[in-house]
């Protein structure tokens, strides 16, 4: 599976600056250092093809849903498709 160039930098943010349930900041910095390393080529190849169908239906819904509810249509575009 080959994977597209990345735009974050995975090595600037240690897992260990993770840290939930103190704050709404830092939920969502931490968030975005979970996902960030969530999506690495490495655990990707990993991770995917040990999904099963309903797993990959689950997770795809999930993210379609969350980008529809809070994406306005440019920024889904723009953010997601790149164009």
Do not use: W
């Amino acid at each position: 599976m080959v994977m597209a160039s990345r735009t974050h930098s995975q090595a600037a943010q240690p897992a260990s600056a993770i840290c939930f349930g103190l704050n709404r900041q830092l939920d969502e910095q931490s968030l975005a250092i979970f996902l960030q390393r969530a999506t690495s080529d490495a655990l990707l190849e990993t991770l995917i093809p040990r999904l099963d169908d309903a797993e990959v239906a689950e997770l795809l819904d999930l993210l379609t849903r969350l980008m529809g509810k809070y994406l306005a249509e440019g920024e889904y575009h723009r953010l997601f498709l790149g164009g």
